[in-house]
């Protein structure tokens, strides 16, 4: 540290020397500083991208978490309903008509979707067998949020789980 301090100074007194800074070490200064700065802009623009990024990854998960959460609890003849605005009541039904965001009519993939906080929430449903919950022993149930961060880049959170049919899986079903 002496010898590096020492060093400093010797060359400070060299400079004095010879009258100051020139105009080219100036320049050379200069555009040193102007890359330590634009190094410092991108580095909080970086910062800020995986913020964001971090606070929408977490939102899409609670949205996903939420959602499987009340495919889980709802009363499994009602599977392909939704009470998207929580006051109770079923008021949306799941549809495997090809529209929107399900990807083919008739399939018997049942998709349902909502967008909240820009972030798009897409569920489906698919039963083992037929069409109609009372058939089925089993759901194949998957939640997914797509959202895009900041530079345009589109993400996607998924979570998938399998119910079973209370009825087929010897519980008491509740009326
Ligand atoms: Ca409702
Ligand atoms: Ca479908």
Redesign the pocket.
């Known amino acids: 540290m002496k010898y590096v301090m020492g060093r400093i100074m010797k060359q400070g007194v060299l400079v004095k020397g010879i009258g100051g800074f020139t105009l080219v070490e100036s320049m050379v200064a200069l555009v040193v500083l102007s890359i330590g700065v634009i190094g410092t802009i991108a580095m909080c623009e970086w910062a800020q991208q995986g913020l964001q990024r971090g606070a929408l990854t977490t939102t899409a998960l609670a949205m996903v978490e939420s959602r499987m959460e009340q495919k889980r609890s709802l009363p499994w003849e009602q599977l392909l309903t939704d009470d998207l605005d929580q006051d109770g009541t079923a008021e949306s039904v799941m549809h495997?008509?090809?529209t929107q965001e399900?990807?083919?009519?008739?399939?018997?993939?049942?998709?349902g979707s909502m967008s909240r906080s820009n972030i798009r929430l897409v569920w489906t449903v698919e039963f083992n067998r037929g069409r109609q919950p009372g058939a089925a022993s089993l759901a194949i149930i998957e939640a997914r949020a797509l959202f895009r961060v900041l530079g345009g880049e589109e993400r996607e959170v998924r979570v998938r789980t399998i119910r079973a049919n209370p009825r087929y899986a010897g519980l008491p079903v509740l009326s």
């Open positions: 495997d008509d090809g399900d990807m083919t009519n008739g399939d018997g993939i049942f998709t």
